[in-house]
């Protein structure tokens, strides 16, 4: 346990976080590519977001926690 007047930090080098996001824009920018894929690969073709999908996607999320990054 630290006393209240302690501050830790914890400093990364520029190069780590740049790899981190060109490796996270990457794995975005596969991930778009797939779901475009999968859009004009399927018979059915793209369909509308519903708001009963909404809705089941918010139940599906209740309980998850969100924390920002970094």
Do not use: H, K
């Given at each position: 346990?630290?006393?209240?007047?302690?501050?830790?930090?914890?400093?990364?080098p520029?190069?780590?976080?740049?790899?981190?996001?060109?490796?996270?824009?990457?794995?975005?920018?596969?991930?778009?590519?797939?779901?475009?894929?999968?859009?004009?690969?399927?018979?059915?073709?793209?369909?509308?977001?519903?708001?009963?999908?909404?809705?089941?996607?918010?139940?599906?999320l209740?309980?998850?926690?969100?924390?920002?990054?970094?």
């Amino acid at each position: 346990m630290l006393p209240d007047n302690i501050l830790l930090m914890r400093l990364e080098p520029p190069e780590a976080a740049e790899q981190e996001a060109e490796g996270d824009s990457l794995m975005l920018g596969l991930f778009l590519d797939f779901l475009s894929r999968q859009a004009l690969e399927s018979n059915a073709g793209p369909c509308f977001y519903t708001e009963a999908m909404a809705a089941d996607d918010e139940d599906l999320l209740a309980d998850v926690a969100v924390s920002s990054p970094r």
